[in-house]
Every structure is written in C-alpha cells, then in structure tokens.
C-alpha cells in the first residue's frame, strides 16, 4: 500500500491549483484546500491578520499535504480503518469532509453492523469497518467506491449547479465520477452509454 504522504501526494495532484468557483460550496480553493478550512486553520500565510483568497494563493503543495495529512487523516481516524478503506475514504473526506464517513457508516449498516451515522470514526465504526473488511475482503474497496460515487449523483440531482462536477459539457463522465471510480475496480465502472442513462433526466 502506497504510505499516508504518497496518498496525499496524489490528492493534491488530483485537486489541482487555485479555483474561485462561485458554484463551488468551498470558495477560493488551492490544491484541494479551501478558504473555510484555512480560516478553521488560522492560516494567515501572509501575516497581514486576516485571512483572505491572497492567502489561499500562497499555499503550497507542501502547505495541502501536511494540511490533509494531519486534519483530513491523522486526526479523523482514518488510520484506523481497513487498509483497503484507507486511500478512498481520505480522499473522499479531502473532497467532501465528514460526509466521507457517514458514507462509510450508511454502508457498514446495509452490512449488518451497529454503527450510528455521525460521521466521527470512532472506536465502534473502527470495529465495524475491520469486521465488514474481513467478511468482504476483497469487495469492500468496491462497495465503499460504488457509495460514493452514488453520493455525488445523489448530490447532483439535488442541485444542478453541481452537475457540471458530474458530467463534462460533452455529456462524458466528470470529474467526481472519475474520481470516485479512480478507487473502484474496473469491472464496476460505468460504461458511457450506463452513465448516460443515469444522467438522461439532467436535460
């Protein structure tokens, strides 16, 4: 397994520079660090007191991978779950916080374990997660992939500003699909014309 830097290495290629999309819920955002986590953060990289978009500007890539590394990793617990769980869920509380393990809890239930969908890994969702893994070894990647990734259609139907995330303007997969399926063996991946279907009622 690839170690917890070499993870965050590749979210923040995956994220890519700075981005003020006024349909993204995140604002100013630079290498998958957004100006509401820098303020949580006190991140203030220019010392005038206040922090604003310059600031977001200033991030490095050494700035976003020690950020996620120890707020979006250490910090949530990630690091105790499955290893096969690991990548995935970090790159999805990268993209979409806590929201990240409520997927996580959601499916552990479907699976038969007594988890509370609060979005906090705690030592029972730990527990539940390494007993759905050893029961599943070698789908629960997968299935945890396939949930997310119904996630950001759930989230797409329900506001079309984010559709855009979703499907490219020539109809193909978008970038959060992608994303989710970079972390979902090939064999569930969606063929174009199975996205298309799913996508059809977007107009």
Same mark, same amino acid.
């Given at each position: 397994?690839?170690?917890?830097?070499? *993870?965050?290495?590749? *979210?923040?290629?995956r994220e890519g520079g700075f981005v003020n999309d006024s349909d993204d819920?995140?604002?100013?955002?630079?290498?998958?660090v957004t *100006?509401?986590?820098m303020r949580r953060l006190g991140l203030d990289l220019d010392g005038d007191g206040v922090v604003s978009v310059a600031d977001v500007r200033r991030l490095t890539r050494a700035d976003a991978e020690r950020i996620f590394i120890e707020h979006y990793y250490t910090r949530t617990g990630i690091a105790d779950l499955p290893e096969p769980l690991r990548a995935s869920v970090f790159?999805?509380?990268?993209?979409?916080?806590?929201?990240?393990?409520r997927i996580l809890q959601r499916l552990l239930r479907q699976m038969g374990q007594d988890v509370t969908v609060d979005g906090v890994i705690g030592p029972r969702t730990a527990a539940a997660a390494h007993a759905a893994a050893r029961a599943a070894p070698d789908h629960i990647a997968d299935a945890y992939g396939i949930a997310r990734r119904n996630y950001y259609f759930r989230l797409a139907d329900r506001r079309p500003a984010s559709r855009k995330y979703a499907r490219r303007r020539d109809g193909g997969k978008g970038g959060w699909i992608r994303?989710?399926?970079?972390? *979902?063996?090939?064999?569930?991946?969606?063929t174009e014309a199975e996205f298309a279907e799913r996508v059809a009622t977007w107009g």
């Open positions: 397994m690839p170690s917890v830097r070499d *993870i965050a290495r590749e *979210i923040v290629a819920p995140g604002g100013a955002t630079k290498f998958g *100006i509401h986590t790159d999805m509380y990268v993209n979409a916080g806590a929201n990240a393990v994303r989710a399926e970079a972390f *979902i063996s090939a064999r569930y991946h969606m």
